[in-house]
Nanobody, 117 residues
């Protein structure tokens, strides 16, 4: 079992920044892939950014150059630095982890990000 707890969401004006964190119950380096997804009202959940245990990253085109995914090894957390936020970034953001030893993905409860224009 892997438990994920997100934090750092909130309300921010367009152009502002937020930093999301995802604390994992197991060593994050034992997790094959961790990532952030988001779901806006009436839309499907979409990948925002992901990182493999080896450090390879991928980003959605809509956030490239504005968002940065990283790991805080001291806190055993996955982070998402979000800069130059836009109203269209408003969504519920979920942390995701996939571990090969269980063969299934795990999800956090989500943290709300609201960007006002």
């Amino acid at each position: 079992q892997v438990q994920l707890v997100e934090s750092g969401g909130g309300l921010v004006q367009a152009g502002g920044s937020l930093r999301l964190s995802c604390a994992a119950s197991v060593n994050i380096f034992s997790i094959n892939t961790m990532g952030w997804y988001r779901q806006a009202p009436g839309k499907q959940r979409e990948l925002v950014a992901a990182m493999t245990s080896g450090g390879a990253t991928t980003y959605a085109d809509s956030v490239k150059g504005r968002f940065t995914i990283s790991r805080d090894t001291a806190k055993n957390t996955l982070c998402l630095q979000m800069n130059s936020l836009k109203p269209e970034d408003t969504a519920l953001y979920y942390c995701n982890a996939f571990v090969s030893w269980s063969g299934r993905p795990y999800w956090g409860q989500g943290t709300q990000v609201t960007v006002s224009s």
